[in-house]
């Protein structure tokens, strides 16, 4: 029975198998190599649409609620909190499984097969600050392949799969930096293509999904209401309004839950008292049009065109002829304090294995936001005697899964 590779993200999942000795990744949506971890419930067609078409029907403003970024929600109470969604009653874990069914269906209608054991990806660490949490998503995880159909997976460390697809190390040591969508990864590894020896292995919380709130955070959330002052019912005072509800509306796993009506009550009583009531105005359409996902996208698709030197985070979704400019400077000082831990997570791998930044002679980055400029050249800086390679940031470690799936 062929093994499935699987590579479950944060924000695309990927599946692939060993054909004569290669990986093959197999096209799971509209021929494409990624699917991404998108779910959108149609409520006026009680459908549940995965995907690129999910993505599509939030983008065309059909009726319904949409999820993206589920891993990261994982190990954590939520999960298992039944809840109307969409058209239905149901846990996170009942969508995360139906997700993964989705995948396991298209890989066999695509090969022609069945696929009931499989070879997932997982990050070194889910929540690398709580290890009760941690230890939880694996579970979780694990619960929600079984759901899915699947009789036996196993679980292989992303940075370790995508050593075993890099090809290797012709000398001294290399190290795989995989920055996804809601984890950083870093495995330090020696030995050549099909004689992969790992040596040590490290992951923290935070990824590209971290990247996008703050970048929210510091350029959009200002004008809904974030940093904003309220004015006291009684008295002349002001007080700087609540954060806990723009940090949520920035992380992409908590959007769907702040269309609730209490959340709504709480913005329509403090645009009363706002000192600029414009902002809260914005908000409160926000809420009530269910946009925070469109505002998320105009974000990541801000990030990547300040990556190439400009980029403009368009906000029509919210206020005709909104938008704001985002320049690689302006990212960079969003970001440092997150390039910084990322960097000392790295510098952490290396030591763990016991060796120095000069042992290190190959880089390897894989994962969306190792695409980032600022990402690539902390690396370069820490590591100044490395190659730095760039394997495909979206199937490198799917690629390697495959590998694992047929030794």
């Given at each position: 029975?062929?093994?499935?590779?699987?590579?479950?993200?944060?924000?695309?999942?990927?599946?692939?198998?060993?054909?004569?000795?290669?990986p093959?990744?197999?096209p799971?949506?509209?021929?494409?190599?990624?699917?991404?971890?998108?779910v959108?419930?149609?409520?006026?067609?009680?459908?549940?649409?995965y995907?690129?078409?999910?993505?599509?029907?939030?983008?065309?403003?059909?009726?319904?609620?949409f999820?993206?970024?589920l891993?990261?929600v994982?190990?954590?109470?939520?999960?298992?909190?039944?809840r109307?969604?969409g058209?239905?009653?149901?846990?996170?874990?009942?969508?995360?499984?139906?997700?993964?069914?989705?995948?396991?269906?298209?890989?066999?209608?695509?090969?022609?097969?069945?696929?009931?054991?499989?070879?997932?990806?997982?990050?070194?660490?889910?929540?690398?600050?709580?290890?009760?949490?941690?230890?939880?998503?694996?579970v979780?995880?694990?619960?929600?392949?079984?759901?899915?159909?699947?009789?036996?997976v196993?679980?292989?460390?992303?940075?370790?799969?995508?050593?075993?697809a890099?090809?290797?190390?012709?000398?001294?040591?290399?190290?795989?930096?995989?920055?996804?969508?809601?984890?950083?990864?870093?495995?330090?590894?020696?030995?050549?293509?099909?004689?992969?020896?790992?040596?040590?292995?490290?992951?923290?919380r935070?990824?590209?999904?971290?990247?996008?709130?703050?970048?929210?955070?510091?350029?959009?959330?200002?004008?809904?209401g974030?940093g904003?002052?309220?004015r006291n019912v009684?008295?002349?005072?002001?007080?700087?309004?609540?954060?806990?509800?723009f940090?949520?509306?920035?992380?992409?796993?908590?959007?769907?839950?702040?269309?609730?009506?209490?959340?709504?009550?709480?913005?329509?009583?403090?645009?009363?008292?706002?000192?600029?009531p414009?902002l809260?105005q914005?908000?409160a359409?926000?809420?009530?049009?269910?946009?925070?996902?469109?505002?998320?996208?105009a974000v990541?698709?801000?990030?990547?065109g300040?990556n190439?030197?400009?980029?403009?985070?368009d906000?029509?979704?919210?206020?005709?002829?909104l938008?704001?400019?985002?320049?690689?400077?302006a990212?960079?000082?969003?970001?440092?304090?997150?390039v910084?831990?990322?960097?000392?997570?790295?510098?952490?791998?290396?030591s763990?294995?016991?060796?120095?930044?000069?042992?290190?002679?190959?880089?390897?980055?894989?994962?969306?936001?190792?695409?980032?400029?600022?990402?690539?050249?902390?690396?370069?800086?820490?590591f100044?005697?490395?190659?730095?390679?760039?394997?495909?940031?979206?199937?490198?470690?799917?690629?390697?899964?495959?590998?694992?799936?047929g030794?």
């Amino acid at each position: 029975m062929t093994r499935l590779g699987i590579d479950f993200g944060t924000s695309n999942t990927a599946a692939a198998v060993l054909v004569g000795g290669r990986p093959y990744v197999i096209p799971l949506d509209q021929g494409e190599p990624t699917l991404p971890t998108a779910v959108f419930f149609d409520a006026s067609r009680k459908q549940t649409i995965y995907g690129h078409r999910a993505v599509a029907s939030l983008i065309e403003g059909r009726e319904g609620r949409f999820m993206r970024a589920l891993k990261s929600v994982l190990g954590t109470p939520l999960m298992r909190e039944r809840r109307l969604i969409g058209h239905e009653r149901i846990t996170l874990m009942e969508v995360v499984a139906r997700f993964l069914t989705r995948v396991r269906t298209s890989a066999e209608e695509h090969c022609h097969q069945p696929f009931t054991t499989a070879l997932s990806g997982r990050p070194v660490h889910f929540h690398s600050r709580d290890e009760a949490r941690d230890a939880q998503a694996a579970v979780d995880l694990a619960e929600c392949y079984v759901m899915a159909g699947f009789d036996d997976v196993r679980f292989l460390a992303e940075p370790e799969a995508a050593a075993l697809a890099c090809g290797g190390v012709d000398a001294g040591f290399g190290l795989v930096v995989d920055i996804g969508g809601g984890t950083s990864d870093f495995t330090v590894f020696r030995g050549a293509a099909g004689a992969i020896e790992v040596i040590s292995s490290h992951g923290i919380r935070l990824g590209g999904t971290d990247f996008d709130r703050l970048i929210s955070l510091a350029h959009v959330m200002p004008l809904l209401g974030y940093g904003s002052d309220l004015r006291n019912v009684f008295g002349n005072q002001v007080n700087r309004a609540p954060n806990a509800l723009f940090h949520d509306l920035a992380t992409w796993e908590k959007i769907p839950f702040q269309y609730s009506a209490e959340v709504r009550r709480n913005v329509a009583e403090m645009a009363k008292v706002a000192v600029d009531p414009l902002l809260w105005q914005r908000l409160a359409s926000v809420l009530e049009d269910e946009t925070g996902h469109d505002i998320a996208f105009a974000v990541e698709r801000g990030k990547i065109g300040a990556n190439s030197g400009e980029g403009v985070i368009d906000l029509r979704t919210v206020e005709r002829g909104l938008s704001v400019p985002l320049t690689a400077v302006a990212m960079a000082v969003d970001l440092a304090e997150n390039v910084q831990e990322i960097a000392e997570a790295a510098a952490k791998t290396v030591s763990d294995a016991g060796l120095t930044a000069d042992a290190i002679t190959k880089v390897v980055m894989v994962g969306g936001s190792s695409l980032l400029t600022v990402v690539g050249t902390s690396m370069t800086s820490l590591f100044p005697k490395a190659e730095l390679e760039r394997n495909d940031p979206f199937t490198a470690v799917v690629n390697g899964l495959a590998i694992g799936a047929g030794l």
